[in-house]
């Protein structure tokens, strides 16, 4: 079994920063890829970004320039470093893992962490 750990949400004011977190802990598994997605109210989950182990990155158009992707593989962590952000960026932020787990690739789920932008 594998748990997502997540933090750094809040509200912050159009333009600021914010940071989340991801930490993945369990047994055996092997991890593909690591990424956030976001949902807002009404709408669909949607990709932000995400990144291979060997660190290919890839982002939501809406993002680029703004967003950065990183990830410790001794940690088994992933972080999303968030810059001026919008109120369109308002959300709840959801880490995604994806692993190989007794031979069988599974994709994990965080709690969703809250990210408020106000204008």
């Known amino acids: 079994q594998v748990d997502l750990v997540e933090s750094g949400g809040g509200l912050v004011q159009a333009g600021g920063s914010l940071r989340l977190s991801c930490a993945a802990s369990?047994?055996?598994?092997?991890?593909?890829?690591m990424g956030w997605y976001r949902q807002a109210p009404g709408k669909q989950r949607e990709l932000v970004a995400d990144?291979?182990?060997?660190?290919?990155?890839n982002y939501a158009d809406s993002v680029k320039g703004r967003f950065t992707i990183s990830r410790d593989n001794a940690k088994n962590t992933v972080y999303l470093q968030m810059n001026s952000l919008k109120p369109e960026d308002t959300a709840v932020y959801y880490c995604?893992?994806?692993?190989?787990?007794?031979?069988?690739?599974?994709?994990?789920w965080g709690q969703g962490i809250q990210v408020t932008v106000s204008s």
């Open positions: 995604n893992l994806y692993s190989i787990q007794m031979a069988w690739g599974r994709t994990n």
């Open positions: 369990g047994s055996e598994f092997n991890i593909i890829t």
């Open positions: 990144i291979t182990r060997s660190g290919i990155t």
